[in-house]
């Protein structure tokens, strides 16, 4: 396929110009005298939502340029990545297969009934053996030669490059701190590899790890930190671990989305918004200081939840 058609296919997908920035108000940011805007990417898209489809774009890119019949990547039954990869490869005209994390249930989530409408295939690969990547990617590779295969989160160099463009769509130079939430911390790396001088990169991780200088995503982020550039990343945010909740991060999102009319998901960004306001709460912040919080969208995982549980759905 020409580069023509693959920039064609890459910017019909997505609405950039709806990611809005949105600034938040309060007594609390009021007295502390600091800022906060929060960046909307959940906006620009209703299924290939938030920064999934930044990590995805140059992966997309690579598959349609090698002529492969499709993508096959990882993904648990809520995955974010997984729809928002399933819809765009459908509208690249590629074909897509997900390798699922677990047996397969007797009834599938929303999420994966969802993927199936967009064609995707999937495949049910036990704990164990999705988890040893080593071995699983190569069979993967030998198995379906004409995939291109994008790893779990969008993981790699293209996903943080990607992802780097995330801080174009606002005044990027008038912020001191971006932050964001993590998984596997390829959002993380893209803002730290496209970072300025003068700014603080925050991530808020939503996995429970230990907090230790050479953990994964350290090591993972690190290299893109190169030239000075700085990152904290907060660990005591995770409310239990990856998609675990409380009683007490349901009603901070209740109270966020009836001030600011602004959802969230219990998985990544209701960890995000709940972190910096413990921070702002905690004067981490300097008087004056601008912050840009990334909405990075994965609103369909809360579809997970019992009804009622969000008063936003
Ligand atoms: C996938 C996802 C993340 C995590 O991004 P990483 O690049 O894997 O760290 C954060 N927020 C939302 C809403 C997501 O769907």
Redesign the pocket.
Known sequence: MKTMSVNKVITQSVDLTKAVVQPLAGNLLHNKQVAIDVLR??RIHPVI????WF?LKYHLQEALQQNKTGILTFGGAW???LV?TALACQQAGLASIGIIRGEQPLVLSATLQEVQEYNMQLQFVPRNEYSDEATIIPALQEKYPDYYIVPQ???SHL?VLG?AEIGQLTQIKSYSHVS???????????LVHAALPHQQVI?IC?LKMPATENNSLNSFVKPYAANGKQYTIFYDYHFGGYARKTGELISFMNTIYQQHEMPT?F???GK?LFGIMHLVQNSYFEPGSRILI??????Q?NRSLPGGTLTFL
């Open positions: 990417l959940d939502s938030g920064n999934k990590k995955s974010n990545h928002a989160g969008g993981q996903g992802a964001c939430a993590i998984g596997t911390g390829t959002m993380l790396a893209g991530g939503s998901d998985v990544y960004t995000l990334v909405h990075s969208g994965g609103l995982g």
